[in-house]
Protein backbone atom coordinates (compact mmCIF):
# COMPACT_ATOMS: atom_id res chain seq x y z
CA UNK A 1 0.00 0.00 0.00
CA UNK A 2 1.30 3.35 -1.00
CA UNK A 3 2.48 5.61 1.99
CA UNK A 4 0.42 8.94 2.71
CA UNK A 5 3.49 10.90 0.98
CA UNK A 6 3.54 9.23 -1.91
CA UNK A 7 -0.13 9.57 -2.54
CA UNK A 8 -0.31 13.21 -1.71
CA UNK A 9 3.19 13.65 -3.98
CA UNK A 10 0.43 11.88 -7.06
CA UNK A 11 -2.31 13.87 -6.23
CA UNK A 12 0.18 17.11 -6.82
CA UNK A 13 1.10 15.63 -9.92
CA UNK A 14 -2.48 14.45 -11.02
CA UNK A 15 -4.07 18.44 -10.15
CA UNK A 16 -0.89 19.94 -12.07
CA UNK A 17 -2.11 17.89 -15.06
CA UNK A 18 -5.18 19.19 -14.67
CA UNK A 19 -4.29 22.60 -15.17
CA UNK A 20 -2.34 22.05 -18.00
CA UNK A 21 -4.40 22.80 -21.57
CA UNK A 22 -4.50 19.65 -23.76
CA UNK A 23 -3.95 16.46 -23.11
CA UNK A 24 -0.47 16.26 -21.36
CA UNK A 25 1.32 12.62 -19.92
CA UNK A 26 1.09 12.22 -16.78
CA UNK A 27 4.88 10.86 -16.62
CA UNK A 28 6.13 13.83 -18.31
CA UNK A 29 4.07 15.96 -14.90
CA UNK A 30 5.53 13.86 -13.05
CA UNK A 31 9.38 14.26 -14.48
CA UNK A 32 9.09 18.47 -14.68
CA UNK A 33 7.61 18.00 -10.91
CA UNK A 34 10.62 16.22 -10.16
CA UNK A 35 13.04 18.43 -11.24
CA UNK A 36 11.40 21.25 -10.10
CA UNK A 37 11.91 19.62 -6.69
CA UNK A 38 15.91 18.83 -7.54
CA UNK A 39 16.19 22.53 -8.13
CA UNK A 40 15.02 23.88 -4.97
CA UNK A 41 16.82 21.26 -2.83
CA UNK A 42 20.08 22.40 -4.78
CA UNK A 43 19.26 26.08 -3.83
CA UNK A 44 17.84 25.30 -0.35
CA UNK A 45 20.77 23.40 0.17
CA UNK A 46 23.00 26.57 -0.71
CA UNK A 47 20.55 28.52 1.62
CA UNK A 48 20.60 26.51 4.51
CA UNK A 49 24.47 26.19 4.49
CA UNK A 50 24.89 29.91 4.75
CA UNK A 51 22.04 30.26 7.54
CA UNK A 52 24.70 27.86 9.82
CA UNK A 53 27.63 28.24 8.41
CA UNK A 54 28.53 31.12 10.90
CA UNK A 55 27.32 29.49 13.53
CA UNK A 56 29.29 26.32 12.58
CA UNK A 57 32.47 28.45 11.89
CA UNK A 58 32.30 29.80 15.30
CA UNK A 59 31.83 26.79 17.75
CA UNK A 60 34.44 24.61 15.28
CA UNK A 61 37.55 26.22 15.40
CA UNK A 62 39.39 24.03 12.38
CA UNK A 63 38.40 25.19 8.88
CA UNK A 64 38.71 21.62 7.46
CA UNK A 65 36.58 20.26 10.42
CA UNK A 66 33.69 23.24 9.09
CA UNK A 67 34.18 22.21 5.57
CA UNK A 68 33.58 19.20 6.38
CA UNK A 69 30.52 19.76 8.35
CA UNK A 70 28.75 21.59 5.92
CA UNK A 71 29.21 19.57 3.33
CA UNK A 72 27.61 16.85 5.02
CA UNK A 73 24.65 19.47 5.60
CA UNK A 74 24.22 20.07 2.56
CA UNK A 75 24.49 16.90 1.39
CA UNK A 76 21.49 15.98 3.30
CA UNK A 77 19.37 18.94 2.28
CA UNK A 78 20.50 17.17 -1.26
CA UNK A 79 19.06 13.60 -0.55
CA UNK A 80 16.22 14.73 1.26
CA UNK A 81 15.15 16.16 -1.99
CA UNK A 82 16.30 13.48 -4.37
CA UNK A 83 14.39 11.14 -2.54
CA UNK A 84 10.98 13.25 -2.72
CA UNK A 85 12.09 13.52 -6.43
CA UNK A 86 12.24 9.79 -6.75
CA UNK A 87 8.50 9.34 -4.96
CA UNK A 88 6.81 11.47 -7.74
CA UNK A 89 8.09 9.65 -10.33
CA UNK A 90 7.00 6.48 -8.73
CA UNK A 91 10.35 4.62 -7.44
CA UNK A 92 8.80 3.62 -4.01
CA UNK A 93 10.57 2.30 -0.84
CA UNK A 94 11.46 -0.94 -1.76
CA UNK A 95 12.74 0.00 -5.41
CA UNK A 96 14.71 2.98 -3.09
CA UNK A 97 15.89 -0.25 -0.88
CA UNK A 98 16.54 -2.40 -3.79
CA UNK A 99 19.17 0.41 -5.19
CA UNK A 100 20.79 0.96 -2.26
CA UNK A 101 21.25 -2.53 -1.54
CA UNK A 102 22.81 -2.51 -5.36
CA UNK A 103 25.49 0.26 -5.23
CA UNK A 104 26.83 -0.91 -1.33
CA UNK A 105 27.51 -3.82 -3.33
CA UNK A 106 28.92 -2.13 -5.75
CA UNK A 107 31.14 0.31 -3.70
CA UNK A 108 32.29 -2.66 -1.43
CA UNK A 109 33.80 -4.54 -4.31
CA UNK A 110 34.67 -1.90 -7.19
CA UNK A 111 35.22 1.28 -4.95
CA UNK A 112 36.98 -0.58 -2.15
CA UNK A 113 40.10 2.39 -2.80
CA UNK A 114 37.34 5.66 -2.65
CA UNK A 115 36.29 4.23 0.76
CA UNK A 116 39.59 3.32 2.40
CA UNK A 117 40.25 7.13 1.33
CA UNK A 118 37.08 7.97 3.31
CA UNK A 119 38.22 6.20 6.39
CA UNK A 120 41.81 8.01 6.18
CA UNK A 121 40.21 11.16 5.62
CA UNK A 122 38.41 10.57 9.43
CA UNK A 123 41.41 10.30 10.76
CA UNK A 124 43.23 12.89 8.85
CA UNK A 125 40.54 15.38 10.17
CA UNK A 126 40.91 13.60 14.01
CA UNK A 127 44.74 13.57 14.32
CA UNK A 128 45.49 16.79 12.58
CA UNK A 129 48.77 16.43 11.40
CA UNK A 130 47.51 19.87 9.30
CA UNK A 131 45.43 22.36 8.55
CA UNK A 132 44.19 24.76 5.65
CA UNK A 133 46.98 27.27 5.21
CA UNK A 134 49.59 25.30 6.44
CA UNK A 135 52.73 24.62 4.42
CA UNK A 136 54.11 21.00 4.51
CA UNK A 137 56.18 18.96 2.28
CA UNK A 138 55.71 15.09 1.35
CA UNK A 139 59.08 14.25 1.92
CA UNK A 140 59.08 11.19 0.01
CA UNK A 141 57.49 12.79 -3.26
CA UNK A 142 59.22 16.22 -2.81
CA UNK A 143 55.78 18.05 -3.03
CA UNK A 144 55.85 21.54 -1.13
CA UNK A 145 53.05 23.48 -0.58
CA UNK A 146 50.33 24.95 1.08
CA UNK A 147 47.36 22.83 2.16
CA UNK A 148 44.62 24.51 -0.01
CA UNK A 149 41.39 21.99 0.89
CA UNK A 150 41.24 18.79 2.96
CA UNK A 151 38.17 16.60 1.91
CA UNK A 152 37.00 13.07 3.32
CA UNK A 153 38.46 11.71 0.22
CA UNK A 154 41.78 13.90 -0.73
CA UNK A 155 43.84 16.45 0.24
CA UNK A 156 44.30 19.89 -2.21
CA UNK A 157 47.94 21.15 -1.79
CA UNK A 158 48.57 24.72 -3.72
CA UNK A 159 52.77 23.77 -4.38
CA UNK A 160 54.80 26.57 -4.55
CA UNK A 161 55.52 25.99 -8.48
CA UNK A 162 52.00 27.52 -8.74
CA UNK A 163 50.54 23.95 -9.43
CA UNK A 164 47.56 21.73 -7.76
CA UNK A 165 48.57 17.96 -6.37
CA UNK A 166 45.43 16.43 -5.08
CA UNK A 167 46.73 13.52 -3.29
CA UNK A 168 43.93 10.58 -1.67
CA UNK A 169 44.35 10.40 1.74
CA UNK A 170 45.50 6.70 1.69
CA UNK A 171 48.09 7.80 0.49
CA UNK A 172 49.63 10.53 2.22
CA UNK A 173 48.39 9.04 5.43
CA UNK A 174 50.94 6.60 4.86
CA UNK A 175 53.24 9.13 3.95
CA UNK A 176 55.33 11.30 5.89
CA UNK A 177 54.49 15.14 6.14
CA UNK A 178 56.52 17.71 7.15
CA UNK A 179 54.59 20.66 8.64
CA UNK A 180 56.64 23.93 8.59
CA UNK A 181 53.35 26.17 9.84
CA UNK A 182 51.73 23.86 12.44
CA UNK A 183 52.78 26.09 15.97
CA UNK A 184 55.00 29.01 14.33
CA UNK A 185 56.15 29.54 11.04
CA UNK A 186 59.28 30.68 12.12
CA UNK A 187 62.56 27.84 10.65
CA UNK A 188 65.79 26.95 11.34
CA UNK A 189 67.62 26.18 8.12
CA UNK A 190 71.87 25.83 7.98
CA UNK A 191 74.26 26.60 5.46
CA UNK A 192 77.75 24.19 5.03
CA UNK A 193 80.99 25.41 3.30
CA UNK A 194 84.74 25.24 4.34
CA UNK A 195 87.53 27.22 4.73
CA UNK A 196 91.45 26.41 4.79
CA UNK A 197 93.44 26.11 7.70
CA UNK A 198 95.31 29.06 7.01
CA UNK A 199 92.41 31.40 7.41
CA UNK A 200 91.09 33.15 10.44
CA UNK A 201 89.01 30.86 12.21
CA UNK A 202 86.92 33.32 14.23
CA UNK A 203 87.25 35.76 11.70
CA UNK A 204 85.32 34.07 9.30
CA UNK A 205 82.97 32.65 11.97
CA UNK A 206 82.29 36.10 12.80
CA UNK A 207 82.12 37.47 9.29
CA UNK A 208 79.58 34.34 8.39
CA UNK A 209 76.73 35.66 11.39
CA UNK A 210 77.13 39.18 10.08
CA UNK A 211 76.69 38.35 6.54
CA UNK A 212 73.20 36.03 7.66
CA UNK A 213 72.17 39.38 9.45
CA UNK A 214 72.18 41.61 7.13
CA UNK A 215 69.97 39.38 5.01
CA UNK A 216 65.93 40.20 4.74
CA UNK A 217 63.62 37.69 6.08
CA UNK A 218 66.23 36.50 8.37
CA UNK A 219 66.06 37.34 12.02
CA UNK A 220 69.22 38.80 13.26
CA UNK A 221 68.65 38.64 17.25
CA UNK A 222 66.05 38.75 20.12
CA UNK A 223 64.98 36.39 23.00
CA UNK A 224 65.83 32.61 23.17
CA UNK A 225 63.40 30.44 20.48
CA UNK A 226 61.99 27.80 22.32
CA UNK A 227 60.94 24.20 20.69
CA UNK A 228 59.64 22.09 23.13
CA UNK A 229 62.75 21.76 25.96
CA UNK A 230 65.26 23.20 23.75
CA UNK A 231 65.82 26.50 23.35
CA UNK A 232 67.75 28.04 20.29
CA UNK A 233 69.62 31.23 19.63
CA UNK A 234 67.65 33.33 17.85
CA UNK A 235 70.69 34.88 15.83
CA UNK A 236 72.47 33.19 13.38
CA UNK A 237 75.33 31.05 14.58
CA UNK A 238 78.04 29.72 13.34
CA UNK A 239 79.44 26.25 14.41
CA UNK A 240 82.56 24.10 13.62
CA UNK A 241 81.28 20.87 12.02
CA UNK A 242 84.58 18.48 11.54
CA UNK A 243 88.36 19.24 10.56
CA UNK A 244 88.47 18.05 7.62
CA UNK A 245 91.02 16.90 4.96
CA UNK A 246 91.04 20.16 2.83
CA UNK A 247 90.48 22.68 5.42
CA UNK A 248 87.35 23.25 8.43
CA UNK A 249 83.91 22.72 7.78
CA UNK A 250 81.81 25.18 9.32
CA UNK A 251 77.75 24.85 9.54
CA UNK A 252 75.56 28.73 9.72
CA UNK A 253 72.90 28.01 11.53
CA UNK A 254 69.91 30.30 11.18
CA UNK A 255 66.31 31.43 12.13
CA UNK A 256 64.00 32.69 8.92
CA UNK A 257 60.74 34.31 9.12
CA UNK A 258 58.80 32.48 6.05
CA UNK A 259 59.28 28.62 5.18
CA UNK A 260 58.48 29.12 1.45
CA UNK A 261 61.66 31.37 0.70
CA UNK A 262 63.84 29.11 2.10
CA UNK A 263 65.62 28.40 -1.43
CA UNK A 264 65.95 32.31 -1.99
CA UNK A 265 66.98 33.16 1.62
CA UNK A 266 69.91 30.72 1.82
CA UNK A 267 70.92 31.60 -2.09
CA UNK A 268 71.12 35.25 -0.40
CA UNK A 269 72.64 34.01 2.62
CA UNK A 270 75.68 32.32 0.84
CA UNK A 271 76.15 35.39 -1.55
CA UNK A 272 76.45 37.64 1.19
CA UNK A 273 78.82 34.98 2.98
CA UNK A 274 81.30 35.18 -0.24
CA UNK A 275 81.24 38.58 -0.14
CA UNK A 276 82.12 39.20 3.15
CA UNK A 277 85.10 36.38 2.42
CA UNK A 278 86.20 38.29 -0.48
CA UNK A 279 86.61 41.43 1.89
CA UNK A 280 88.50 39.73 4.75
CA UNK A 281 90.76 37.41 2.04
CA UNK A 282 88.85 33.95 3.52
CA UNK A 283 89.58 31.13 1.22
CA UNK A 284 87.12 28.59 0.64
CA UNK A 285 88.52 25.21 1.08
CA UNK A 286 88.13 23.23 -2.33
CA UNK A 287 90.35 19.60 -2.69
CA UNK A 288 93.81 20.05 -4.23
CA UNK A 289 96.47 18.44 -3.10
CA UNK A 290 100.33 19.68 -3.27
CA UNK A 291 103.24 17.74 -4.37
CA UNK A 292 106.72 17.97 -2.29
CA UNK A 293 109.91 16.66 -3.65
CA UNK A 294 112.77 16.57 -0.93
CA UNK A 295 115.97 14.33 -0.78
CA UNK A 296 113.80 11.46 0.39
CA UNK A 297 111.40 11.22 -2.67
CA UNK A 298 114.32 9.67 -4.56
CA UNK A 299 116.11 10.29 -8.04
CA UNK A 300 114.53 10.43 -11.76
CA UNK A 301 117.01 9.23 -13.95
CA UNK A 302 116.60 11.15 -17.34
CA UNK A 303 117.75 10.43 -21.31
CA UNK A 304 118.69 13.51 -23.66
CA UNK A 305 117.41 11.80 -27.29
CA UNK A 306 118.17 13.29 -30.69
CA UNK A 307 115.10 15.98 -30.55
CA UNK A 308 116.45 17.60 -27.42
CA UNK A 309 113.62 16.42 -25.28
CA UNK A 310 114.17 14.85 -21.81
CA UNK A 311 112.70 11.73 -20.82
CA UNK A 312 112.64 9.60 -18.29
CA UNK A 313 114.32 5.86 -18.22
CA UNK A 314 110.72 4.03 -18.26
CA UNK A 315 109.83 5.75 -21.43
CA UNK A 316 113.07 4.91 -23.06
CA UNK A 317 113.20 1.39 -21.78
CA UNK A 318 109.57 1.55 -24.04
CA UNK A 319 110.73 2.76 -27.50
CA UNK A 320 113.43 0.17 -28.80
CA UNK A 321 115.14 2.88 -31.32
CA UNK A 322 116.72 4.98 -28.21
CA UNK A 323 120.07 5.18 -27.90
CA UNK A 324 120.28 5.20 -24.20
CA UNK A 325 118.73 2.03 -24.13
CA UNK A 326 121.76 -0.84 -23.65
CA UNK A 327 122.37 -2.33 -26.77
CA UNK A 328 123.28 -5.65 -24.47
CA UNK A 329 121.87 -7.45 -21.35
CA UNK A 330 123.62 -6.11 -17.81
CA UNK A 331 124.56 -3.02 -19.70
CA UNK A 332 123.39 0.25 -18.02
CA UNK A 333 122.42 3.35 -19.93
CA UNK A 334 124.56 6.57 -19.78
CA UNK A 335 124.71 9.29 -17.30
CA UNK A 336 123.93 12.44 -18.80
CA UNK A 337 125.62 13.94 -16.06
CA UNK A 338 129.09 11.93 -16.76
CA UNK A 339 128.99 12.76 -20.25
Not at 50 to 71: K, Y
Request: a negative charge.
Amino acid sequence: MPSRDVLLERTAAEWIQQRFPGNVPLDVVKAALALIVLAAGWYLSQLVVRLVGRAVARRIERPSVTRTVLRGVRLTVLLWAATVAAGIVGVGDTQILLSVTVISAVIAIVLAPLVGSLINGLYVLADRPYEIGDMIEVTDAGHRGFVEDITIRYTKIFTLQNSFIVIPNSEIHARDVINYSAEDERTRISVGFGITYECDLEAACQAAERAARGVDDVISGGPDIRIGSARYAAAPNCIIREYGDHGIILDLYFWMKHPYKQAVVRSAVQRAIGERFADLDVEFAYPHHHHVFDETSGVARLAVDDSGFERTTADAAADPSDPAEPSEPGESPADPADQ
